[in-house]
């Protein structure tokens, strides 16, 4: 499930995860959240289910950030611990924009720190925010990050890819995962195609 792997999680909530986004209580619902839940069942099962023929799912950013609210139960499976309230807005053209909470501290910890550090002058948990283009094509996809933000501070990607690295360390990556590396998509995904206010899932 395309949404629901912790590398696309991280790639997509921490380098996809951006700027407060603006968002109207009315347009959040546990009705958006379920049409999601639905949704994302959907494309899992058309290729488990060997499904002929492509596709097309639309994805509503408020659909999303909907799941987001009301499904605490499941993105918090996903997400490592230390990232938290993810936030996704749709742009359009392929820009996408998002935040989230993240825990500086857990990685301030890892290495001594000069005193012009970012991540010593930041402490705590504070919003990420992160904005780029996602390029999709062929089952592949790569994010280019655009600008990234730390408490509002703009910060240079190296300190964003050192906060992706550390929250997706694993047993097969303990390096965790490089920014600027193409991904698989998964369950047959062949592209994402980034609109304003949704992104449509093609399979």
């Known amino acids: 499930m395309f949404l629901l792997q912790r590398r696309s999680a991280v790639v997509l909530l ?28 959907s ?47 749709i742009l359009g053209a392929g820009q996408v924009t998002g935040q989230a909470l993240v825990d500086l501290d857990a990685v301030a910890k890892r290495r ?6 970012p991540l010593s002058l930041i402490g ?3 919003p990420v ?4 283009l996602l390029h999709t094509k062929q089952g592949q996809a790569r994010f280019e990050v655009q600008s990234a933000e730390i408490s509002g501070i703009p910060v240079p990607v190296t300190v964003l890819q050192e906060l992706v690295s550390y929250y997706s360390r ?11 590396e193409a991904f698989m998509l998964p369950s047959g995904i062949r592209q ?12």
């Open 129 to 132: 925010s992160v904005t780029g």
């Open 43 to 89: 494309i899992r099962d058309h290729e488990d289910l060997g499904r002929a023929g492509s596709q097309r799912t639309p994805l509503t950013e408020d659909e999303v950030n909907s799941w987001f609210l009301y499904r605490k139960d499941r993105w918090q499976k996903v997400l490592p611990t230390g990232v938290a309230q993810p936030q996704v807005t």
């Open 124 to 126: 705590g948990t504070v």
């Open 112 to 117: 001594s720190r000069g005193s012009f550090d």
């Open 170 to 180: 694993s047993a097969e990556r303990p390096e965790g995962v490089r920014l600027d």
């Open 192 to 203: 994402v195609e980034i609109g304003r206010g949704q992104a449509v899932v093609v399979q």
């Open 14 to 41: 921490i380098a996809v995860t951006i700027a407060l986004v603006r968002l109207h209580a009315v347009t959040l619902s546990p009705q958006n959240a379920e049409s999601f839940a639905v949704k994302i069942a």
